[in-house]
T-cell receptor, first 111, second 114 residues
């Protein structure tokens, strides 16, 4: 039973364009959402987060949108750069110490 | 220092061996975590320590034994593992307890059980 779903295993975009990574969740108790980026042979690194009291959080080229009624969040990267190529994990917390991860989306940004 | 350091990076062991994975952080974080990640799967939580006390054990088999000697160190002792335990073991730490906030992950220890 996957509580956090990333239905696109991979995404390919051109450099300079927008990358949109999507994430859906089923547990209505989740109130904090995070995105992590993972390069090969490295651990995940925190990218950006959003609390359920907000619907948008922006940090430089990265913006996360949250639609609570649809139980959906998305990560926008504008403009995309080749160095953004990595696996992106969506994660959610219900206020406990458990962070539930999605399966990840592999983003490839082509020069 | 914003690093979580894990050793060894790679470990190959037989099913009868006893080995340990080590994790260290010097960020003053009071919560530390062990996650297991298999290929093309998300990280799965194994254990959480808060203030050096075990707060979550996700029904992990007893052949995995965590230990938190102090607030900077976290060990995972391995004994009588099975080949299906081969995976990337990730350590993480966080500043916030009582809610999984931003976790800082190490690079992981890739374990192969023969």
């Amino acid at each position: 039973d996957q509580q956090v779903k990333q239905n696109s295993p991979s995404l390919s975009v051109q450099e300079g364009r927008i990358s949109i990574l999507n994430c859906d969740y089923t547990n209505s108790m989740f109130d904090y959402f995070l995105w992590y980026k993972k390069y090969p042979a490295e651990g995940p690194t925190f990218l950006i987060s959003i609390s359920s009291i907000k619907d948008k959080n922006e940090d430089g080229r990265f913006t996360v949108f949250l639609n609570k009624s649809a139980k959906h969040l998305s990560l926008h990267i504008v403009p995309s750069q080749p160095g953004d190529s990595a696996v992106y994990f969506c994660a959610a917390s219900d206020g406990s110490e458990k962070l539930v991860f999605g399966k990840g989306t592999k983003l490839t940004v082509n020069p | 220092d914003t690093e979580v350091t894990q050793t060894p990076k790679h470990l190959v062991m037989g099913m009868t061996n006893k080995k340990s994975l080590k994790c260290e952080q010097h960020m003053g974080h009071r919560a530390m975590y062990w996650y297991k990640q298999k290929a093309k799967k998300p990280p799965e939580l194994m254990f959480v320590y808060s203030y050096e006390k075990l707060s979550i054990n996700e029904s992990v088999p007893s052949r995995f034994s965590p230990e938190c000697p102090n607030s900077s160190l976290l060990n995972l002792h391995l004994h009588a593992l099975q080949p299906e335990d081969s995976a990337l073991y990730l350590c993480a730490s966080s500043q916030v307890y009582g809610g999984a906030g931003e976790l800082f992950f190490g690079e992981g220890s890739r374990l192969t059980v023969l």
